[in-house]
């Protein structure tokens, strides 16, 4: 399985962007799908997950409003759409890809996740 993510770039607080994770290798109709980032200096965070169908869904706290992730099985590839974007969401984004869906519980978990893209990176300026 390969992930490659674009989409990043440098946007101003308040700005939409739309980040896309290309799925390869595998049926990607049988995987679930993550969004993590890692800031400068912070730990990776969970930022939003999509089960195999796209009808489960779950978010980071400080993104849930802001953020929608979808898919497209058609185009093998996931979405984060981000609008509203504020300083503190600078961070290089990651997607994850795992075979068959997590429990709620487990969807935060960076070891729960088999395949990893090479991130792409989003910063906003004030």
């Known amino acids: 399985v390969q992930l490659q993510a674009s989409g990043g770039g440098l946007v101003q607080a308040g700005d939409s962007l739309r980040l896309s994770c290309v799925f390869s290798?595998?049926?990607?109709?049988?995987?679930?799908l993550a969004w993590f980032r890692r800031a400068p200096g912070k730990e990776r965070e969970f930022v939003a997950y999509i089960s195999t169908n796209g009808v489960s869904r779950y978010y980071l706290d400080s993104v849930r409003g802001r953020f929608t992730v979808s898919r497209a099985n058609a185009r093998d590839t996931v979405y984060l759409q981000m609008n509203s974007v504020k300083p503190e969401d600078t961070a290089g984004y990651y997607c994850a890809a795992r075979p068959n869906n997590l429990a709620m519980s487990a969807v935060r978990r960076p070891n729960q996740y088999d395949y990893w893209g090479q991130g792409t990176l989003v910063t906003v300026s004030s």
């Open positions: 290798g595998r049926t990607f109709s049988n995987y679930a």
